[in-house]
């Protein structure tokens, strides 16, 4: 059994309620899910994945559970058009942002930089753009930029530069190789030297940080009063958007700071309820937790 992040903070956090409705947008393999569910007796959990592994994994998990769920096969880009069909609006919404452990460790999924396989690395495998078609037909600055913006990987020109050189790329190994010869020893013996650009190709493929923006922001429209948002990230560049858009929404505006009462209809829909790191104990149990951060947001009007 693969260990889910952060989950008994999630569990708390979610309020959950017997008649909660909560909306799971990342199913994964149902670690999460699993737990809301004993939850809710009387409430119903829709969980959104677009990795039909995963799905059929989950679907036998959650039907042991309970009746109360449904699972959407979709992006959570598209909640809000999901939510509205079922007219439904939410007491609590979970996104475990990023892979799941095994998708990075199935063989043919092309995520991991230890693992020989097809550049591939889509969530969705029917979606057209794969990491194949980022290494080896991108131009060269279009691939710095990606490898600058999403993977903060500051050999990015000489990556990009040799990636360009070395076409064409077939698999993940043989790019690591590519990687290893664009960048100094000093770099190999630190952290993995393919490690920012395999993330940075990953989020090029699945566009994860602007789909994550889109749908979050939708997702706050998709909230009851009192209900909360959960967003455990993995990385800095999901987690400064997360917080921004957080921010964004509890902030007074700067203008009216200073206003000895503020009317309520200036006053912020959400508030910040709290952002939680994995305890020491969790890291050790489980590696894949020592990058993650749970973010916390609830409607207060
Ligand atoms: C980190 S895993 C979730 C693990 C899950 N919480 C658990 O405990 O088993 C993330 C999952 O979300 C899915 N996913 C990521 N981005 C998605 C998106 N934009 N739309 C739908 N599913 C997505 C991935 O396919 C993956 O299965």
């Known amino acids: 059994m693969h260990t889910s992040v952060l989950l008994d903070e999630c569990i708390e956090y979610l309020n959950l ?15 999460h899910s699993s737990e809301i569910l004993k939850k809710i007796s009387n409430g119903y959990l829709y969980a959104f994945d677009q990795d039909s592994d995963a799905i059929k994994y989950s679907m036998d998990r959650l039907g042991k559970i309970s009746k109360n769920y449904e699972i959407i096969r979709s992006n959570f880009v598209n909640i809000k058009e999901e939510l509205s069909k079922r007219n439904i609006i939410a007491d609590g919404i979970l996104y475990d942002l990023g892979v799941s452990s095994p998708q ?4 043919d999924r092309g995520f991991s930089f230890h693992k020989d396989a097809i550049l591939d690395m889509r969530m969705d495998r029917k979606q057209r753009l794969s990491a194949y078609e980022v290494v080896n037909n991108y131009p060269l600055d279009k691939l710095v930029c990606i490898l600058k913006e999403y993977g903060e990987e500051k050999y990015a020109y000489a990556i990009a530069s040799c990636i360009v050189k070395s076409r064409p790329i077939n698999t993940t190994l043989e790019l690591v190789e590519v990687i290893k010869k664009s960048v100094p020893e000093k770099y190999k013996r630190g952290k993995h030297p393919a490690r920012k ?38 990385h800095s560049l999901e987690d400064k958007a997360c917080k921004e858009i957080f921010k964004s929404v509890s902030d007074i505006p700067n203008e009216l700071k200073d206003m000895p009462v503020i009317p309520d209809k200036y006053l912020p829909k959400y508030k910040m309820v709290k952002t939680i790191k994995p305890s020491k104990e969790e890291i050790e149990k489980n590696n894949r937790a020592r990058s993650a951060k749970l973010r916390i947001i609830e409607r207060v009007r």
């Open 197 to 234: 650009t395999f993330q940075a190709i990953r989020i090029e493929v699945n566009d994860e940080i602007n789909v994550f923006k889109k749908s979050l922001y939708d997702a706050l429209d998709l909230l009851k009063i009192g209900g909360r948002i959960c967003v455990i990230t993995f």
């Open 104 to 107: 990075l460790d199935q063989d």
């Open 17 to 31: 309620k017997d008649d909660s409705i909560i909306v799971d947008c990342t199913l994964g393999y149902g670690g």
